[in-house]
C-alpha cells in the first residue's frame, strides 16, 4: 500500500506549493483551506480555488482504515452575505475516490458525490458550510487479502446519503 500512496503524495505536495506560489502572485481571498467530516470525504482537510462564484476542490480524508481523495466543483448561486460577495447557496458536483484497506480486503470505490449546500459566513475570512445530498456508485472493486473467519455482511447500495459538516478559512 505504501508503494501506491507515494506518487499520489508527491503530485499532491507539488500542487500545493503550486498553489501557494500562485497565491503569493496573484493576491488573496481566491483560496480557501477546509477541514470538515463527511460521506466520503471521512475527517478530511481541503483547498479550494474561487473563480468568481464557482470554486474547485481537492480534499484529503482519513480514518484508521480508510482513505479518500475527492475532487469538486461548486457553484454559488443565490443568497446574500454581509461578509463575502460569495453567495452562500451552493451546489456540488464532484469525483471521489474512497479506499478501506483491512487485514482480510482491500476495498476499492468511486463516486460521484452531488451536493446541496449553505455557508454560515461568520467574518471575513471564516465560516461554517453544511451540506447534504446523494452518492452514486460508479465501480467497487474489491482484494481479496486472506479469507476471514468472520461472517462478512456485504450489502452493495449503489445510491447512499452524503453529508457533511465543515469549517472554512479564506486566505
Known amino acids: 500500500m505504501k508503494g501506491k500512496v507515494k506518487p499520489f ?3 499532491l505536495i507539488v500542487v500545493a506549493f503550486s498553489i501557494a506560489y500562485n497565491h503569493l502572485v496573484f493576491g488573496q481571498e481566491k ?3 477546509s477541514a470538515g467530516v463527511g460521506m466520503p470525504e471521512l475527517i478530511n482537510i481541503g483547498l479550494r480555488y474561487q473563480l468568481d462564484q464557482c470554486q474547485i476542490g481537492l480534499s484529503l480524508g482519513l480514518l484508521p482504515d480508510d482513505f479518500s481523495v475527492c475532487g469538486d466543483v461548486y457553484y454559488h448561486f443565490a443568497g446574500l452575505s454581509e461578509f463575502s460577495c460569495r453567495r452562500p447557496w451552493y451546489g456540488r458536483i464532484g469525483l471521489n475516490y474512497l479506499r478501506e484497506d483491512t487485514d482480510y480486503y482491500i476495498d476499492k470505490y468511486l463516486y460521484l458525490n452531488i451536493r446541496l449546500g449553505r455557508d454560515f459566513n461568520i467574518s471575513n475570512k ?3 458550510e453544511l451540506e447534504g445530498g446523494v452518492l452514486i456508485q460508479i465501480r467497487n472493486e474489491v482484494i481479496m487479502k486472506k479469507p476471514s ?3 462478512l455482511l456485504d450489502l452493495e447500495f449503489p445510491v447512499l446519503p452524503s453529508p457533511g459538516i465543515g469549517l472554512f478559512y479564506r486566505l
Open 31 to 33: 483560496f480557501n483551506i
Open 9 to 11: 503524495s508527491f503530485i
Open 126 to 128: 471564516f465560516g461554517i
Open 149 to 151: 473467519s468472520n461472517w
